[in-house]
């Protein structure tokens, strides 16, 4: 009860009155600790149980692969695996072999989380679905799709995580008739009643595609409109130059009381800068700058030297640059040179392009923005 409420150093005390330590309390409190993102300590309290000869069991090893993996300690991790061999537990239990794969997935070792997979003598949606996360997660599309495809060679039917990872897939790979498929897929076994982050990929991947009015219906079906879902859609709209509807979709978040996001007033910025609306951004900006509910950072300034840049008012977006707190950030230099080639400024552009050197991960490509400039 304790371990489970994040009272551990109580729950430690407890443990240590017990006349006999077995491994039931053992592993509650390692769960514990795991369950509250305190995964090196769940490793520390596992190496002093094993001081103590206490033999872990099936749960005490799932969760010490969870805390290994949420800190990725492939390390302990390998050794954690080689125990659940020596104990004969390997290939006996679908949810520690589960637990063993998604570890090496978590900690970004795909080819041994690959290798554990072949081995398991029997695999369900879960492992699958794991293996497919990890494999969209390191941008490998075509592995991710081979695997969705042999999964269901093999009879296994796709669940909300598996659905949620493959149409990450095709939206950053364009397959939008996949995409398509997948949908019907998810409306035919009734998964968006009740699953808000499936619903957002896949408004995500129907933004990724262009297809903002597909995106529009989806919103609209969804049980709960949150920020995440608004402001992907947000996103897609400014990319296209569309301001109207991405400020239609402000609204309609303002309107329900949905809390705006850095994300979301990055997007916001992008759609007046792409839109030429120059005083409708600005002060835009002004209203985040008095606002206390959304932190500024560097994405917002350098959204807004565009906005200036792109209305070719030089003089503003270089007195913006002037002022913003930190300058030693890789978004406002280049933005600003950036704006110096759309009104050949070469004074103003070679200033950008020296401040830019000085930060720490130059992109070289400035070079040929600069050398553009003559």
Known sequence: ??????????????????????????????????????????????????????IPNVVTFTSILKACGSIQAVSTGEKIHNEIVQHGLFGRDMVLGNALVDMYIKCGALAKARRVFEELPAQDVVTWSALIAGYAEQGQDEEALQCYDQMQAHGLSPNAVTYTCILKVCGNTGLFGKGKQI?????????????????????????????????????????????????????????????ENALGCLRHMQQNGLSLTEVTSTCVLYAYSHSGLVDEGFTYFANMVSNDKVRLNMVHYSCLIDLFGRAGDLEKATALAETIPSLEHGFV??????????????DVARWAFENAMQMDNFPSALFISMANMY
């Open 1 to 54: 009860m304790y371990a489970k409420c994040g009272s551990f150093k109580k729950a430690e005390d407890i443990l240590t009155t017990f006349e006999i330590q077995n491994i039931v309390a053992w592993s509650a409190l390692i769960a514990g600790y795991v369950q509250h993102g305190q995964g090196e300590e769940a490793i520390k309290l596992y190496g002093r149980m094993q001081q103590k000869c206490i």
């Open 183 to 243: 949908h019907e897929q998810i409306v035919k076994s009734n998964l968006l009643a009740d699953n808000l982050q499936l619903g957002t990929a896949l408004l995500d991947f129907y933004v990724k595609c262009g297809a903002l009015a597909d995106a529009q219906e989806v919103l609209k079906c969804l049980p709960v409109q949150d920020s995440v879902a608004c402001t992907a859609l947000i996103a897609g709209y400014s990319r296209l130059g569309q301001a």
């Open 333 to 346: 230099w280049p933005t600003l040179l950036n704006a110096c080639q759309k009104i050949k400024d070469v």
